[in-house]
T-cell receptor, first 111, second 114 residues
Framework: RKEVEQDPGPFNVPEGATVAFNCTYS??????FFWYRQDCRKEPKLLMS???SGNEDGRFTAQLNRASQYISLLIRDSKLSDSATYLC????????????FGAGTRLAVHP | ETGVTQTPRHLVMGMTNKKSLKCEQH?????MYWYKQSAKKPLELMFV???????ENNSVPSRFSPECPNSSHLFLHLHTLQPEDSALYLC?????????????FGPGTRLTVL
């Protein structure tokens, strides 16, 4: 089983739609959780960290479910500019900051 | 921009060549990382440096040799690579190697091995 799994997509949605991605992780010792955005042929950029209580940043909402070992990302009112690959990443406590990434979910927002 | 630069941005090399990738961060961070991203695969952590000391070698073949002369610079020396080593090589940095520290990525070097 992969340590971090994501549905590769693509998710094709019209502008204005609401879309949600899930990401499951296998190691219950995972401590920190992140969503990154990666545009085609560019580097990943941090979209948001995911906190236990859930957090929101504008149109983006991230949630963590430790019992079921998954994190989610909800995008409301999708824009064309949201088209990208969304990577989830988890890190473990102790030692050092070893981020384990999922393979990413591709989102395509169309007019 | 994120404050992490990488050179060169593109590199084509033969299997017998020796080349080096360079990463520089201008964020005052103490930890630096090398990742490999192959097509349709997750980013794979290769090496971690914290305060210039290597703290992780993720079973990377010896044809990849990292060097960290100071907290701002990180190199990846390449020799006798294989075609399957063709990938995007990303450098990242974070304040330290604490799990909650955000990692900031450079633009990457797209490597093609012929």
């Amino acid at each position: 089983r992969k340590e971090v799994e994501q549905d590769p997509g693509p998710f094709n949605v019209p502008e204005g739609a609401t879309v949600a991605f899930n990401c499951t992780y296998s190691n219950s010792a995972s401590q920190s959780f992140f969503w990154y955005r990666q545009d085609c042929r560019k580097e990943p950029k941090l979209l948001m960290s995911v906190y236990s209580s859930g957090n929101e940043d504008g149109r983006f909402t991230a949630q963590l479910n430790r019992a079921s070992q998954y994190i989610s990302l909800l995008i409301r009112d999708s824009k064309l500019s949201d088209s990208a690959t969304y990577l989830c990443a988890v890190s473990y406590s102790g030692g050092y900051n070893k981020l384990i990434f999922g393979a990413g979910t591709r989102l395509a927002v169309h007019p | 921009e994120t404050g992490v630069t990488q050179t060169p941005r593109h590199l084509v090399m033969g299997m017998t060549n020796k080349k080096s990738l360079k990463c520089e961060q201008h964020l005052g961070h103490n930890a630096m990382y090398w990742y490999k991203q192959s097509a349709k695969k997750p980013l794979e952590l290769m090496f971690v440096y914290n305060f210039k000391e290597q703290t992780e070698n993720n079973s990377v073949p010896s044809r990849f040799s990292p060097e960290c002369p100071n907290s701002s610079h990180l190199f990846l020396h390449l020799h006798t690579l294989q075609p399957e080593d063709s990938a995007l090589y990303l450098c990242a940095s974070s304040q330290e190697t604490i799990g909650t520290d955000t990692q900031y990525f450079g633009p990457g070097t797209r490597l093609t091995v012929l």
